[in-house]
């Protein structure tokens, strides 16, 4: 059999194969073998590579390996009309009627002895647990060394090394003297853990001491350049359907219940009808995650075509002129080769027809896990996503359906997208819309394999990029000459990239390029950060709702209800206060430097933290009371409004302090670290008392709460544990001030006789002090008491406990327990540890 002749990036492959699979003059195979890879875009010849490779080779034997049945018996006609030579042998389980004539075995025994005298021979196993335990067998049992072993879809050995697929690439377990690993989508890991922890993994690296070096490489968008595969387009569905949005509004099982599912559905189908209408698809294959949506998809297709037909004949063919079957990879060979044959056929047939020729419309094949890599099916105008639910991998092997074609055929491909948008849906709201979901994953993983033209989405000057002109011979150009030759390669180059990125994606409604070029920033070239794109869209919204020029966003603000789904109820305050930390520290990246500087970010921290302390302050004193006197541990909304009010405390104090030594006429005292006169005031207007000259601020908050409890017609407490406010006890505080009236300063005292009428407690209340051992008895009665309502011993340093209405302050007993536990009695530790004292 003559052998096909191969185009030239084949040939380049083949001659880089060559190179690195043989062995140098002088030099020696290594025990692993020799390893090399092949890269090339989807539908670019690589099985011709590898069949070319094995003849150039002079490879006697010969081991292909494929992911699945159906690629099995597609590879071996395959290299069959490559010009392969000799017997071809197969290690699966098809009958004789589903495998294309070549024969096939599972008995290791039986494959050594078919094998062993032949010159030549080629088999074709999976690299799935079966196929690869009969290979392991059979080289236990005697089979020879192969000359070459071939691993197509190589990218699905990759991974963890300890998987059963590993035997691979194991000399020892599938001996080879060459191995050839070729794919379209190269993955490349890195290794978890480390030292003795770390798991070994088979990484697509450029040489990769499991798949070798690469020998070629063929990226998608130099494939489309070079007329190897279609140019492509992805073209959004933008469907406003009322009874869907009815279903998704009504329901209460959220977007994966039935009801939804089927009103997606059929939205599509009427979609994709419309569509292959303007576009004049004739065949479109149709993905799906679920079988039960695949078969419902070839169902309703007919069923949408006869009543947009009947609605408007003039338009859309009539129902019997579409065609439409489904796949899934249970499905028998003989029946799934059967249903291609169909769809590739330019004729509707059956008894229906009388016998005659009639030209079909519109062919729709829906699948389900079937046509996947490397499987043949007849070139498709368009490839429907009905969801992204596969790996990256996955959407760029489907996409590799719609790009095939024959040389020179000149075609469009189609990426057909539906995005599902509320009947009043802002079509521009791209960041943080579910709508956009789908076609984010289809975009990030045409990326992958064509970066240029998905990243120049996101740069709007790219698009206006234009060659420059030639020099007119001028002295100061012919100067320049070689300089200028290089921009204008450069800006050739960059309109060229541009060129076809302006055709690449397509709405049925008009974006805003800006939003659009956003959307592909944030979304596709940027995956991973949702939180950052939902603040990059409430930003713009707040620029547009406050008509401010500078992003000025106080800490409190949270966007508001009636703002767009996906940012309605966000913390922009917060997030825009974590940038600028971000960027103080260095970690903010360049580009989301630049995005925030277009939208008019002020960086200054000390500029903007006292405006939002203050923000957060106003919001923490209107919560409380009127009341600015919280813990030095408090955390308001997300803010640290404990430290932030201590810190301007300690800045009020040392501005009076600092003002009183001027007045008596101390010189040269610096204004450094004092609060400025209108902060003073700022945090006087929300509370007077924020402040407190001489005790501290427990105090002055216990005082407050107290002061506020008596105004609001309540009663002093005059034991502890009868009256807690936000966590403190009145009862023991007021008990405290009584019992210890002499320690207090005298504004505190006229404090407490004219605002709360508390008079010093008289010698008759004045505590006697007990032995140890009965104030043992008293604390161990708290906390039998404690334990027996809490169910658990574990105290909060502050709490009180009020055994007989008396205050025992049972967090502090336990605390300082706790620090002399070596000095306790047995009995004593006893008691403690029945009620589960944590030590």
């Given at each position: ?7 030239p ?8 194969v060559?190179?690195?699979?043989s062995?140098?003059v002088?030099?020696?195979m290594p025990?692993?073998?020799l390893?090399t ?12 590579i590898?069949v ?8 006697r034997?010969v081991?292909v ?9 597609q590879?071996a006609?395959a290299?069959r ?17 589903e495998?294309?004539?070549v ?7 039986e494959?050594?002895?078919w ?7 080629t088999?074709?196993?999976t690299?799935?647990?079966v196929?690869?335990r ?9 089979l020879?060394?192969?000359d070459?072993m ?8 990759s ?9 691979v690439h194991d ?6 003297v ?6 379209a ?6 290794a ?22 690469v ?22 569905l933008?469907i406003r359907?009322?009874e869907?949005?009815s ?5 209460s ?12 559905l ?8 419309r ?9 479109v294959?149709?993905f799906h ?15 949408v ?17 579409v ?6 990879g ?9 249903v291609l044959d169909?769809?590739a056929s330019d ?7 009388e016998?005659r020729?009639?030209p ?6 829906s699948s ?13 105008d368009a490839?429907?996503f009905?969801?992204?639910r596969g ?13 095939r ?5 000149g ?5 057909i997208?539906?995005v599902f948008?509320?009947?009043d849906?802002d079509a521009?709201?791209?960041l ?11 975009l ?7 970066t240029?033209?998905?990243?120049a ?12 002109g ?16 290089a ?19 397509r709405f049925m409604?008009?974006?805003?390029p800006?939003?659009l070029?956003?959307f592909v ?9 949702a ?12 620029l ?6 500078e ?7 949270v ?9 309605s109820g966000h ?15 260095g ?10 500087e277009?939208?008019g ?17 106003r919001s ?10 919280p ?6 909304d ?5 430290t ?6 300690a800045?009020?104090?040392k501005t ?6 001027r007045a008596?006429?101390?010189?040269g005292?610096?204004y ?19 402040c407190p000259l ?7 908050r216990?005082f407050?709460?107290?002061?506020a409890?008596?105004?609001?017609g ?6 502890a ?16 001030q009584?019992?210890g ?7 505190q005292?006229?404090l ?19 032995s140890?051992?009965?104030?043992w008895?008293?604390n161990?009665?708290a ?9 658990h ?19 502090q007993?336990?605390?300082n ?6 000095t306790l009695?047995?009995?004593?530790r006893?008691?403690l ?7």
């Open positions: 059999m003559p052998h096909m002749e191969l185009r990036h084949q040939v380049e492959a083949v001659d880089g060559l190179r690195n699979l062995v140098p002088g030099g020696r025990p692993e073998g390893r890879q092949v890269i090339a875009a989807t539908g670019s010849g690589k099985t011709l590898g070319e490779s094995a003849n150039r080779l002079s490879a034997r081991l390996l494929v992911p699945t049945l159906d690629l099995l018996t590879m006609r290299w009309r490559g010009g392969r030579r000799g017997v071809m042998v197969g290690v699966c389980s098809l009958r004789a009627e495998s294309d004539g024969p096939c075995t599972t008995d290791p025994e494959l050594v002895a094998t062993r005298d032949l010159e030549t021979v088999v074709f196993a690299y799935a647990a196929g690869l009969v290979l392991q067998r059979a080289h236990a049992a005697g020879a060394v192969w070459l071939v691993v197509d879809e190589a990218h699905r050995t991974g963890d090394a300890g998987k059963p697929w590993a035997a000399q020892q377990q599938i001996p080879a060459r191995r050839l690993y070729m794919t989508t190269a993955r490349v890991w890195e978890e853990g480390a030292g003795e922890a770390s798991r070994l993994v088979a990484s697509m690296d450029e040489d990769s001491p499991v798949f070798g070096p020998a070629y490489k063929l990226k998608l968008s130099d494939a489309v350049r070079l007329g190897l595969v279609a140019p492509y387009q992805v073209l959004c933008d359907d009322p869907l949005y279903v998704l509004t009504s329901t099982e959220g977007a994966g219940s039935p009801a939804v599912r089927g009103a997606r059929a939205a599509v189908q009427t979609g994709l009808m569509a292959a209408v303007e576009e004049r698809f004739r065949r294959l149709s995650s679920r079988i039960g949506e695949a078969e419902a998809m070839a169902a309703g297709v007919p069923a075509a006869a009543r947009l037909a009947e609605d408007a004949p003039e338009t859309f063919p009539p129902a019997e002129q065609w439409a079957n489904w796949l899934y249970e499905h028998p060979p003989n029946h799934r080769r059967h169909e769809f004729f509707l047939g059956g008894a229906e027809f016998g020729d009639v079909a419309a519109l062919r729709v094949l389900v896990r079937v046509l996947g890599e490397g499987v043949d099916t007849a070139e498709c490839v429907l009905t969801d992204a790996s990256m991998i996955d959407i760029v092997q489907m996409v590799g359906r719609a790009l074609m024959q040389p020179g055929e075609k469009l491909a189609t990426l997208v539906p948008l509320g009947p849906e521009n709201q791209l943080t819309s579910d709508a956009y979901g789908t076609l984010a994953k289809v990030g993983a045409l990326r992958a394999h064509d240029d033209t998905i990243e989405l996101a740069d709007p000057r790219l698009r206006n990029a234009r060659p420059q030639e020099p007119d011979g001028s002295e100061s150009e012919l100067a320049g000459a070689d300089e200028g030759q921009q204008g390669e450069e800006g050739a180059a960059r309109a060229r990239v541009s060129e076809r990125a302006a055709g690449v994606l409604e008009e974006r805003d800006a939003a070029a956003q920033r944030l979304r596709v070239i940027d995956p991973e950060g939180y950052w794109r939902r603040g990059i869209e409430a930003a713009t919204q707040w547009r709702e406050t008509g401010q020029s992003l000025r966003v106080p800490y409190t603000f966007s508001p209800e009636d703002w767009p789904a996906g940012i913390p922009l305050g917060v997030w825009v206060a974590d940038q600028r930390r971000y960027y103080a520290a970690t903010l990246e360049p580009d989301r430097v630049a995005e925030l277009a939208l970010m002020i960086w200054s921290v000390q500029d903007t933290a006292w405006a939002d302390g203050l923000a957060v302050a923490y004193a209107a919560a409380h009371g009127g009341m600015l006197l813990p030095a541990t408090a955390v308001w997300g803010y640290p409004i404990g932030w009010t201590k810190n301007q405390r800045a009020a104090r009076r302090e600092n003002a009183e030594r008596a006429g101390e010189k005292i610096p450094t670290g004092e609060l400025p006169q209108r902060r003073l005031e700022a945090l006087e207007a929300i509370d007077p008392g924020w001489g005790w501290d601020i427990a105090w002055q216990c407050r709460l107290a002061h409890h008596v105004k609001t309540g009663t002093l407490p005059v034991r544990g009868e009256v807690i406010v936000l966590g403190e006890d009145l009862g023991a505080w007021v008990t405290a009584r019992l009236w002499d320690m207090l300063l005298p504004v005292q006229w407490l006789e004219n605002t709360l009428r508390l008079e010093p407690a008289g010698e008759d209340e004045q505590p006697t002090r007990r140890q051992s009965a104030a008895e008293r161990i009665t906390a039998r008491q404690y334990h027996a309502r809490e169910g011993l574990v105290v909060p340093r502050k709490h009180v406990e009020n055994v007989d209405g008396e205050a025992v302050g049972l967090g007993f336990l605390n327990t706790r620090r002399r536990a070596a009695s047995t009995q004593r006893n008691d540890d029945e009620l589960g004292m944590r030590w």
